[in-house]
């Protein structure tokens, strides 16, 4: 400051107060250089906060290439085809919809079986097996009391003849289970509305006709099975012919019943038509989680956006303010200097605002390029107004007049405060 009075002392003259001397230009170029610095460096936060919406950006729009490439995965159809995701779900939307309103207008073609009762049929299957196996026992002369025992003899005796039974029982077990849910699945082709067996007319009805035959021959052949058994070993026991005959009726409606509740769950499950809907969505599924997945990778993207342009912004403001500190030390050494020679006259000169609250208050106007930072912030602006569905219409508008724009001195800079710490 003492250099700024003797500079104007040996100047001898009243100046223009909006002409510097050199060392007022001096003390302002430090000034501007430092606020130089300071852009700078606020410009490189900037550039990689843009940098990281336009990675953002990228991943979003390769995020939403998937998944637009979703609808066009190849599915295998109904028919063994294979056609196009979009294509599948048009075709299951069409026939749930048919489905729907052929069940509300009172239709039980298509109800469907309870999940438990697939289970339980599944593993009622099995039950032919001890069946089959007490039966063939007797048919191979198996000794089962002297195996039961621990009989060598026994065991020695039958080994072959139980490995047959078991063996025999095993491909039994397998025919009637797959069997009956073979004869229910095909049989479902022809139900009518009222869920029963419409036979068609001509020599079509042959084979549902053959279909249905062989379904009551395998689940009445193993109750007859189980029957006969149970009679014979009653009587063997000395037991009485009445109680045998009743046991063995008895159990053997038990085994009818086990496979015929086989047989209907695979045919009163549905139709053909919500078969075609369970396959096709069998298909989509998968698809469907992977595009749920990519939305929520998307809305997880989306959501950083908004965050980097909040801390964009308040880097930019940040870097203004700092930009406008050394500025503002520079005019106060010089506004301080000139209030002790008084050569630029005794009133200080304020600029014209031009209704901008950041333009400088004081004469001469002192400009520094802030238009890499707006350049910067109009991009960021432009990457989250694309990567983002809603636009933002009260988006801040940050203007540059002729690429410079005078630096920002904040209400919390201007104070009365005079410390320089001795920078000049």
């Keep these: 400051m003492l250099a700024l009075v003797d500079e104007q002392r040996r100047i001898g003259v009243t100046r223009d107060p909006d ?10 170029s430090k000034g501007m250089l430092a606020a130089e610095e ?3 460096h606020g410009a490189d936060q900037l550039a990689q906060l843009v940098d990281q919406a336009a990675a953002i950006r990228g991943e979003m729009a390769t995020v939403r290439a998937e998944l637009d ?6 599915v295998t159809g109904m028919n063994g085809d294979v056609i196009p995701a979009r294509d599948a779900t048009e075709r299951m939307k069409t026939v749930s919809a048919r489905v729907t309103e052929e069940r509300d207008a009172g239709s039980l073609k298509h109800r469907r079986v309870p999940v438990w009762l697939h289970r339980f049929s599944t593993w009622a299957g099995l039950l032919d097996f001890p069946v089959l196996v007490y ?7 198996v000794d089962l009391t002297g195996i039961t ?11 072959i003849p139980l490995v047959t ?30 869920g029963a067996v419409a036979l068609p007319v001509g020599s079509a009805r042959i084979l549902p006709l053959l279909f249905v035959g062989l379904a009551t021959a395998l689940a009445v052949g193993a109750g007859i099975v189980m029957a006969y058994r149970i009679i014979s070993d009653s009587v063997a026991a000395s037991g009485g012919i009445t109680g045998a005959a009743i046991l063995g009726v008895f159990f053997a409606l038990i085994v009818i019943v086990v496979n015929v509740v086989v047989f209907a769950t695979k045919f009163r499950d549905g139709s053909l038509q919500t078969d075609e809907v369970g396959h096709l969505a069998a298909q989509l599924e998968p698809i469907e989680q992977q595009r749920l997945a990519l939305q929520r990778q998307l809305d997880g993207l989306s959501a950083q ?4 342009k909040l801390k964009a912004e308040r880097v930019f403001a940040s870097t203004l303010a700092k930009m406008g500190a050394p500025i503002k030390g520079a005019d106060q050494v010089r506004l301080l200097a000139r209030s002790y020679h008084q050569g630029c006259g005794p009133e200080a000169v304020f600029a014209h605002q031009d209704g901008s609250p950041s333009a400088n208050l004081l004469r001469p106007s002192v400009a520094v390029d802030r238009s890499i930072l707006i350049e910067l912030m109009e991009r960021l602006d432009e990457l989250v107004a694309e990567a983002t569905t809603s636009a933002t219409a009260d988006k801040p508008r940050r203007t540059s007049s002729g690429g410079a724009a005078l630096v920002t001195i904040t209400s919390t800079d201007v104070d009365d405060t005079d410390d320089l710490g001795g920078e000049w």
């Excluded at 026994?154 to 080994?159: I, K």
């Excluded at 039974?165 to 509305?193: E, N, Q």
Aim: glycine share 12%; with cysteine; net charge positive.
């Design 69 to 74: 490439r979703l609808d066009k995965q190849p």
């Design 165 to 194: 039974s078991v063996v025999f029982a095993c491909l039994g077990t397998a025919a009637v289970a797959i069997g009956l849910k073979f004869f229910g699945r095909d049989l479902k082709g022809y139900k009518d509305p009222d």
């Design 38 to 40: 300071a852009r700078e």
């Design 305 to 308: 956006l908004p965050r980097l």
């Design 149 to 159: 025992s621990g009989d060598g003899a026994a065991w020695g005796g039958s080994l």
């Design 135 to 141: 039966f063939l026992a007797q048919v191979f002369n």
């Design 19 to 28: 002409a510097f001397s050199q060392m007022e230009a001096l003390v302002m």
